[in-house]
Each structure stands twice: as C-alpha cells, then as structure tokens.
C-alpha cells in the first residue's frame, strides 16, 4: 500500500511540473509585456528596461521559470498588482470560502445523486428509473449560471426568502458558520450541486445495475440472503467508485466555481480570478490558477489512494 | 464542465456499409434523440435564416419601450434592456452562440484525432510523452482552463474559440488514444503491418474507419459543454463583445432586469439549456443505436 503511494506520488510529480510550467507561461502568452498593466503609459525605454530588470522579465525564460518556481515552493505567489497585497494572501483568504461553498455542494449533489442512482439501478425501467435518467440529464445539460439566476428569481425577487448575492450580511469578507451566514450560502450551493448530483446519478445507477447482474449477487439471494443484506453487499461495492467520483467532483466544482461566484458574488477564487482578469493582475491570475489546479492533481491523487485503501482490487498501473 | 471526462470508456464500431445504415435505422426508432435533433434542426434554421425569420431588427434600440413584457404588441417576447426585440434577438443571438460551441469541438475534433491515432498507433516512448503531457491539461478543471486562457488572451470570438479548443484537444486524444491502441492490436492490423503495407496505407486503410466512429460520439456529446462554456465566457464578458446578439452575454446584459422583468430576463439562459440538452439527448440516442453491434 505505501509503495502503492509512493510510486502515485511518484507519477504526480511530473504532471504538477508540468501544471507550474503552463501556469508560468499562460502570463507570457498575455499579448503585450506582463508589466504593460503597472508600466506608465509615458515611461521611456531605459526605464522600461530598469522595470524588467527588476521584475526579472530581462533574463531568458527558462531561468525566470527557475526563479519563479523557486519562490512558488516557498510559499511566495509574488504580488497582487491591483492590491499590492501577496498574492498567497489573497488566494488563501478566497480559497477557503470556494472549499466551504464546493463542499457543501458536493454533499448535496453525492446525497441526492447516490439516492436517484440506486432507486434507478434497483428498479430499472421504472418511473423512478426514468425520473432519475432526466435528473441527469438536467443536471449536466443546464447552464447552471443560468441556475443561478433563476433561483435568484424565484427565491429572491419573487419570494424573497433568499439573499440573493454575498457571503453574508453586510457584505462580510467571509463566511461564517453562523444561522445568517447559512442562508446566504443556500442558493450557490443549491446551484452548483446541480451537476455533481447529475453525473453522480448516473454513475451509481450504472454500477448498482452492473453490480446487481453479478453472479454473486445471485449467491447471495441462493443462499437466502435477505434484500437488505443485499443491499449492503451492493452498497460495499458501489462505494469506491462512487467515493471516486465523489472526490473528482469536488475538485471540477472548486476550479470551476467562477461562473457561480460570479453570479452570486460569492468572495472566493473565482470571484478572485474574475477580477484579477478584468483589472488584467497577472500575478494574481497566475496564482490562483496554480493553486486551484495543484488543489485538483493532490485532490486527484488523494481520491486515488483512498480508492485502492477501499477497494485493494484496482490498483492502477 | 469536465463532466463528460468521468465516462470516457469509449465504444467499439465496426464500419461497413450495413452498419452505419442499421445505425441510422435504430436512431429513427429512438423517439428521444429524434424529438432532440428536431429541436436542434429548427434552433440552427431559425439561426441560418434569421435575417428571413427574426420580425425585427435585432440591433434596433428605443429607449421608450426598455425591458417589456412577454406578449407586448409588436414584442412576442418582450424587449431587452435597450428597447430591441427579444425574440428576434433570441433567433439571431442563436448564430453567434451555435458557432461558439460547435467550432471548437469541430477544430478539437481534427487535432485531437489525429495526435490521439498517432499516439496510439505508434505507441512506446512516443506515446508515453504525448499522454503525459495530455495529463497535465487534465490537471486543470474544463472551466477554469478555458477562463484562464480566454482572461489572459483576452476578450473575443477568435479567442474564446481558441481557449475552448484547447479544452477539447486532450479529451478527445485521450479517447482517440484509447480506441487506436485497442484497433492496433487486432489480427488485421497485424497483418496488414507484416506484409509491408507503410504506416500510413494502414492507418488509413484499416485504423480510421474503426476509431474515427466512437471520437465522434465523444465528440458529440461535448457539443453541450462547449455550448455552455462559450456562452459562460460571454456571460463573464470574455467572449463576444456587444452590442451582437449572443445568449449568453444577453444574460448577462439582462441580469439587472432580474426584478422588472425575470421572465424576459431568464430567456437566452433558456435557449442554451435548450441546445445543450437537445445535444446532450441526441449524443446519447447516437451512442445508444451504434453500441448495439450488428
């Protein structure tokens, strides 16, 4: 198991080199010089050339990717160009509100997803079967900024239940776990459970149906086995993948939660990196990037241990 | 989304002539993927003849009738923000949001294709960097990958099209990788190597008729997600620029009407989700009829 791990980690390494290296390079890819943004529109050429030289952009790139990675693995993300502040600062005080608000959405999706897709598996061709076929199918084909909004209408402008924007009352920087922090947080998570409960439907239903056709499960009801204790057999061996699944999830939501924090103005990474591209501050692009996809591939990897500690059986090679 | 990278186990299709006509039959027989491509053949009509088929003008502002209702004389679906008819909005935005989803997977399509065949086909250490380096763009989430490259290069069609592509490339080699490996291994890809046939003849004659089928599949059913993702990027202010008619920087120009008027606010959201569950349909009615071998 641990040299199971270890030969993991092994694999990942490169991958998250490769993740550091596109990060770095995505600025240089920006049309125009990465100082253009700070640079004064009436500097002129030796002050320009002072500027690179301080920033390192004069060297060849291959050392400023050497210098910047160094930095990277200290914890330094350089400077927030808008703000001034670290841009570690800024990511880690945005990443926090994305991981509670992706967590909570998670649940919800994982919670109602392995409920459809176990009545669906169970019963197949039934009209729960197919209810939950059009659950899915809902849940990965609706723009769920567009989810968004219509929530906001219904719960918000129309009922007005809801908070329609924001963490918190008084616009708070963050969230809190508190009664009144709670309804801020329902729609967007409502929101984006969205797709994870879609894809997590019909995973389930496709592996409890596949489990259920197995020949041990006919053993199980031969030796007179009752349909709960079935049930737990089948539960025993959907929960890995599922858990898998699960977890994936959970990393899409948290890199892809720009639109959803855009839309409900929710203070954390996507509503970071929105900002970050219109006011064109490329360190702090480039650093909230870099640590939601490094959040995804330790993600990526933890998912994949855990799924061999419960299932020794899949061992990837 | 990546959603659709969670079930990339790709199918099996054997080409001949009969197959592809017992495709076609099982595919009319499915009344939900013809219900869906129906829904698609009238959205890309009403895009194509917009000129013929909006009742208005759909750039043509007046200020005196902002935000109308659904069913005001002369405004089927209301007005947006500055006055201009939704509904022919609605049918002209259909041009821009169409070519937005479609090209990119079209462009994704050839590229990943072929990078994914001939990493497939040529395997060993050749293989072995492609599809690492394939992983490390699978370290990225679909929407954060496509939003930073459209941020960094900048607001635009050409350029959301370019990001999106990106997106697409590595799913697509990555499965068209999966399926050649499986085709190269058969008894008349092997035999038509040993008798001296050149690479190229093979893949050509033997590898393409079988892999290029389920890409395509794959590739369909990531029409919906490029559809939301190219309107997303415009809803972020990323893509098309205004005043052009496109879903979803309409919804993004109508969200302050979500009080006056949310029903004429929620519209161009309603037509993406319309798309891309019309694709999303149809793809799974096409895996479905060619799944089934003969």
């Known amino acids: 198991m641990i040299a199971y791990t270890l030969k993991r980690i092994l694999y990942v390494t ?17 049309p125009g010089d990465p100082l253009t943004a700070v640079m004064p529109i009436d500097a002129t050429a030796e002050q320009q050339a002072e500027m690179r030289a301080l920033y390192g952009f004069d060297k060849p790139l291959p050392v400023q990717y050497g210098i910047w990675l160094w930095k990277v693995l200290q914890g330094d993300l350089g400077t927030s160009i808008a703000s001034g502040r670290p841009v570690a600062l800024e990511v880690g005080r945005a990443v926090g509100n994305s991981l509670i608000l992706a967590a909570v959405a998670t649940l919800i999706g994982f919670t109602f997803g392995t409920l459809f897709g176990f009545v669906a598996g169970y019963f197949r ?4 079967d197919k209810l939950a076929s059009a659950v899915s199918v809902l849940g990965v084909s609706v723009p769920h900024y567009w989810l968004g909004m219509v929530l906001v209408i219904i719960f918000s402008a129309h009922l007005g239940w809801l908070p329609p924007t924001g963490a918190g009352p008084d616009g708070s920087g963050s969230w809190q776990p508190d009664a009144e922090h709670l309804r801020y947080l329902i729609l967007p998570a409502l929101t984006m459970s969205a797709i994870p409960m879609g894809i997590i439907a019909r995973t389930v239903r496709a592996l409890v149906a596949e489990i259920l056709s197995q020949d041990f499960v006919q053993a199980l009801r031969a030796k007179g086995l009752g349909e709960w204790g079935v049930f737990k057999h089948v539960v025993r061996n959907a929960a890995p993948t599922a858990l898998a699944v699960m977890g994936l999830q959970l990393g899409y939501l948290l890199g892809g939660s720009i639109l959803i924090e855009t839309v409900f103005a929710w203070p954390g990474t996507g509503f970071l990196l929105n900002a970050a591209i219109f006011q064109r501050d490329l360190p702090l692009l480039q650093g909230t990037i870099l640590v939601l996809a490094m959040f995804f591939v330790v993600l990526n990897l933890v998912v994949d241990v855990l799924q061999t500690l419960l299932d020794p059986r899949i061992q990837r090679s | 989304m990546a959603m659709a990278a969670t079930e990339t186990l790709p199918i099996e299709a054997s080409a001949s002539p009969g197959y592809w006509q017992s495709v076609g039959r099982r595919l009319l027989r499915d009344p939900v ?3 869906a ?3 698609l053949v009238i959205i890309v009509l009403a895009a194509v003849l917009a000129p013929w088929v909006a009742p208005a003008d759909p750039y043509k502002a ?7 209702p659904i069913g005001y004389p002369g405004y089927p679906l209301g007005s947006d923000e500055l006055g201009r ?4 909005r609605l049918i002209y935005g259909g041009r821009l949001s169409l070519f937005m989803g479609v090209v990119p997977v079209l462009l994704a399509f050839v590229i990943g294709s072929s990078i994914g065949i001939f990493a497939g086909y040529v395997g060993g250490r050749i293989n072995t960097v492609v599809m690492r380096t394939i992983d490390v763009f699978f370290a990225f989430p679909s929407v954060l990958l496509a939003i930073a490259l459209s941020g960094v290069l900048g607001a ?3 350029n959301s099209i370019v990001s999106l592509t990106v ?3 590595p799913q697509i080699a990555r499965v068209a990788e999966s399926v050649t490996t499986q085709v190269r291994s058969r008894d008349y890809v092997e035999a038509a190597r040993a008798s001296g046939a050149n690479a190229l003849a093979v893949v050509r004659v033997h590898v393409l008729g079988n892999v290029l089928g389920p890409i395509f599949v794959y590739a369909t059913s990531l029409i919906s997600v490029s559809m939301i993702l190219a309107s997303g990027l415009s809803f972020l202010g990323l893509g098309v620029k205004p005043p052009e008619p496109e879903w979803g920087l309409m919804l993004n120009t109508l969200r302050t009407a979500i009080y006056s008027q949310p029903l004429v606010a929620a519209l161009p959201g309603l037509m993406i989700f319309l798309t891309s569950i019309s694709f999303n349909l149809f793809s799974d009615g096409l895996r479905t009829a060619m799944e089934v071998k003969q």
Not at chain 2, 62 to 68: A, G, K, S
Not at chain 2, 85 to 88: G, H, K, V
Request: hydrophobic share 65%; net charge positive.
């Open chain 1, 14 to 30: 490169p991958v998250a080199l490769g993740v550091s290296l596109v990060c770095f390079l995505l600025v240089h890819l920006a």
């Open chain 1, 125 to 128: 061709n039934s009209m729960v």
């Open chain 2, 33 to 35: 993927a013809m219900g």
């Open chain 2, 37 to 39: 491509l129906a829904v």
């Open chain 2, 62 to 68: 007046t200020m005196v009738r902002r935000l109308r």
């Open chain 2, 85 to 88: 008819d939704m509904l022919s």
């Open chain 2, 156 to 158: 635009g069609i050409i």
């Open chain 2, 167 to 169: 997106v697409f490339v």
